[in-house]
């Protein structure tokens, strides 16, 4: 969800940008989530990728600390809501048909059908939190 629409529609508190350290996942811009260059082991990691995704974050945590709203609060349209939902449901579908294919001694090319497609319906799912934020 970390998409912006040019209506406004979705409005994101930024996630960590920074994983822990001696992992092998990229460090990502707190904003527009794009991948950080590495940096030296030497001063405070990065943040954000620039002054602009820098300023967008502050004014997110403004208007989000005047609308009295918590800090992790994620706005989103309700058919941006729909879509999730539906993914999910995609998700939990595949699931149940690869449990009932597990009942069925299933042959060597039915699970890696099934697999494909478990593997499928993640990686849209996974997409959602890579994405770049749109502006």
Same mark, same amino acid.
């Given at each position: 969800? #970390?998409?912006?629409?040019?209506?406004?529609?979705?409005?994101?508190?930024?996630?960590?940008?920074?994983?822990?350290?001696?992992?092998?996942?990229?460090?990502?811009?707190?904003? @527009?989530?794009?991948?950080?260059?590495?940096?030296?082991?030497?001063?405070?990691?990065?943040?954000? @990728?620039?002054?602009?995704?820098?300023?967008?974050?502050?004014?997110?945590?403004?208007?989000?600390?005047? #609308?009295?709203?918590?800090?992790?609060?994620?706005?989103?349209?309700?058919?941006?809501?729909?879509?999730?939902?539906?993914?999910?449901?995609?998700?939990? @579908?595949? *699931?149940?048909?690869?449990?009932?294919? *597990?009942?069925?001694?299933?042959?060597?090319?039915? *699970?890696?059908?099934?697999? #494909?497609?478990?593997?499928?319906?993640?990686?849209?799912?996974?997409?959602?939190?890579?994405?770049?934020? #749109?502006?």
């Amino acid at each position: 969800m #970390a998409e912006r629409h040019a209506a406004g529609t979705l409005t994101e508190t930024p996630m960590s940008p920074i994983p822990n350290r001696g992992s092998d996942e990229q460090r990502r811009c707190g904003w @527009c989530r794009r991948v950080l260059p590495s940096q030296g082991s030497v001063g405070r990691p990065r943040l954000y @990728c620039g002054q602009a995704c820098r300023q967008r974050a502050y004014e997110q945590r403004s208007a989000t600390a005047k #609308a009295g709203l918590p800090g992790d609060v994620v706005l989103v349209s309700r058919n941006e809501l729909d879509g999730l939902q539906d993914r999910l449901y995609q998700l939990r @579908c595949a *699931l149940e048909d690869a449990q009932t294919l *597990l009942t069925e001694k299933p042959t060597k090319a039915e *699970l890696e059908r099934q697999l #494909a497609e478990l593997v499928r319906s993640t990686g849209r799912l996974d997409r959602l939190w890579v994405s770049e934020r #749109a502006g």
